[in-house]
Nanobody, 119 residues
Framework: QLQLVESGGGLVQPGGSLRLSCVTSKFSMGYYAIAWFRQAPGKERERVACINSSGKLTIYEDFAKGRFTISREDGRVYLQMNSLKPEDTAVYYC??????????????WGQGTQVTVSA
């Protein structure tokens, strides 16, 4: 069982930055690929980025490329978000894949952290 806890959300102005963190036990997280998803009001949940268990392979959705960076270290996975836009406003979720690879097979979810981009 993988328990994931997100933090780092908040209110930021357009063009600003936030860093989200996802934490679990160092021992258990090391076996899984971890993804960040988001869900805006009235929209379906969508993947933002994913990182495999070794940290050597990352995948980004088109809207995240060049602005967001996913990384992992010592039981934590981070999502650095730069040049934020109002359309990035959503609840962001940390998600654990079923295996070491980013295959879209999510077995574990965090509780989510709210990100609001507004002037």
């Amino acid at each position: 069982q993988l328990q994931l806890v997100e933090s780092g959300g908040g209110l930021v102005q357009p063009g600003g930055s936030l860093r989200l963190s996802c934490v679990t036990s160092k021992f258990s997280m090391g076996y899984y690929a971890i993804a960040w998803f988001r869900q805006a009001p009235g929209k379906e949940r969508e993947r933002v980025a994913c990182i495999n268990s070794s940290g050597k392979l990352t995948i980004y959705e088109d809207f995240a490329k060049g602005r967001f960076t996913i990384s992992r270290e010592d039981g934590r996975v981070y999502l650095q978000m730069n040049s934020l836009k109002p359309e990035d406003t959503a609840v962001y979720y940390c998600a654990g894949e079923r295996s070491s690879w980013c295959r879209g097979e999510i077995d574990y979810w965090g509780q989510g952290t709210q990100v609001t981009v507004s002037a």
